[in-house]
């Protein structure tokens, strides 16, 4: 492998927004080596990969929570820096088995705090979730990095966790860090299950869509163009020890989203089947975005209406 200047490790990289990450950051970056690390669950796809043939990317089948892999990756690559997006990401799933939520999300990014510092790593960047803070209700402020976590399923606790964790790190062993907090992200490469990803399925299909209770949640989206562009000025410029809110601003409830999708689809209201909904279901996010705004001059970019047409021509009809 040829000498690079720097060495990062991505976790998660075959995932939705890691493997946007590096089909951009891998060609923008010729002098950087990527080094994907990710055990390939159900979430993981390595065709979401496109980069995997430039000199600068490498990619090793490890899970996180392998802390002996782990070692032996930290000792033979002796990376730079970290940008964990590995995680367990999906609510329902957290609420039939916390468990694996629990082992990946915290104990996996313990592992990869543990050894950060024994290799002196120069950047640690735990990606995290608005849904730390917990729900809103209709006119409650948007969340500011200030306010107090909250965390309401496991999925959301366990992230909480895990940025507790690199929140001790930094303050105890004096690791560089940064956390940065996307609101609900949509865009190519997001797993068939995830809410916009399995609409468009049904509506390729000419079938029913089927929306939790009366579609009453409101979500902030964020364009996946947006998402790893406001990471990735935290990752270059963030202060150290900051958190950052990276939030598309846009919210709207799930029955309104989905009259976009049926728009899109030229289908209206009767193409959707009202099911039970989810348990604990959080109302509302909402995050203020003023500090990454004002202190690394981030603000998304792309519409909704582009980023949900770039969204829909990426899925091929099965
Ligand atoms: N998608 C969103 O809307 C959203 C919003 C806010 C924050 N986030 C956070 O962003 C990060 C990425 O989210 P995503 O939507 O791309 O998730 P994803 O589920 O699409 O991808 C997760 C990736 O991590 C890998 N992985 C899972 N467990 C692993 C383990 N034990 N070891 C190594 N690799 C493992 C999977 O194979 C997959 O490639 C997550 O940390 C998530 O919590 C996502």
Redesign the pocket.
Known sequence: MIDHKKTIFV????????SNYLNKYVLLNPETLFVN?????Y???LDNVRVSNEDNYFFCK????DKSKIKSLFEEFKPDAII???????VDLSLKDPNIFI??NIL?TNNLLFFSIEYDLKRFHQ?????VYGSLDKTGESFTEKDLLNPRNPYSAS?AGAEMLVNSYHETFGLNTVIT??????GPN??AS?LIPRFIGLLQKGEKVNLYGKGEQIREWLYVEDCISGINAVFENGHNGEIYNVGGGLEMTNYELTLELLKSFDKDETSISYVEDRLGHDFRYSMNTSKIKDELDWSPKVSFEEGLENTISSYEPE
């Open positions: 976790t998660g990289g075959a995932g939705f927004i890691g690390i990710d055990a390939l669950t979430a993981g796809n490890v899970d996180i929570r964990n997006f590995a995680a367990e990401s999906h082992e990946t996996g990606i995290s979730t608005d849904e992230k907090r996307s609101s609900n992200t949509f997001q797993d995830k």
